[in-house]
C-alpha cells in the first residue's frame, strides 16, 4: 500500500555505463527501512555489474562518505534478471552485494531490503549508506534509487547528516 510519507531518494543517476558508479551517500538515521532499487539495462555488452551496499558515518550528500565499509550484517535480497519477460521477484540469497548475470538485451532489476538497526553499525555512529557498482559495461545504462519508511513524519532530508 502507498504511503505518503515515504521518501525517495536517487543513489546513482540514470547514466551509461564505461567507469565504475560511486552513488551518492543517503542518511537513514531517520529511517526504519530501505528499500534500495537497482536497475540496469544491458544492451550489447555482456559485462556482469556488482551492486554493492557500504555504510558510513557522515558526508550524506556526497560520493564519499566517512568510514565507508561493509554492512555488519547480510540484507535481504530480491532480483529479477529479465523484466520484460515478467514482473516477478525472486528471493536471493541475503549478502551485501548482488552481481548480475551477462545476459545482453535485458533490463534487470535487484532491490536491497535494509533495515538499519538489523544490518548496520548504527552504535558506533553509521547511519550512511552508499551503493557502488563495477563498471556496468559502455552499452549499459544503470540507475539506483530508494524508498524510505520514515520513523517519523515528516521526514527531513536525507542528502545531509
Known amino acids: ?17 564505461g567507469s565504475v ?16 532499487y537497482c536497475f540496469i539495462q544491458q544492451g550489447a555488452d555482456a559485462t556482469q555489474t556488482t551492486f554493492t551496499l557500504q555504510q558510513s558515518t557522515a558526508n550524506a550528500g556526497s560520493a ?23 514482473n516477478v521477484l525472486t528471493r536471493g540469497t541475503a549478502a551485501k552485494s548482488y552481481e548480475t548475470d551477462v545476459e545482453q538485451s535485458r533490463t534487470k ?25 563495477t563498471d556496468p559495461g559502455a552499452a549499459n545504462i544503470a540507475f539506483v534509487f530508494a524508498i524510505l519508511e520514515p520513523k517519523y513524519a515528516p521526514m527531513t532530508t536525507v542528502f545531509t547528516d
Open 109 to 133: 532489476c535487484v532491490v536491497f531490503d535494509v533495515v538499519p538497526a538489523a544490518c548496520m553499525d548504527v552504535a558506533g555512529g553509521f547511519d550512511c549508506i552508499v551503493v557502488n557498482t
Open 64 to 86: 564519499t562518505g566517512t568510514g565507508e565499509k561493509a554492512l555488519t550484517d547480510n540484507v535481504e535480497i530480491y532480483y529479477n534478471e529479465d523484466c520484460a519477460l515478467n
Open 21 to 36: 558508479k560511486n552513488g551518492i551517500n543517503i542518511s537513514l538515521k531517520n529511517c526504519l527501512r530501505a528499500l534500495i
Open 1 to 17: 500500500m502507498f504511503d505518503q510519507n515515504n521518501q525517495v531518494a536517487q543513489i546513482i543517476p540514470m547514466g551509461v555505463g
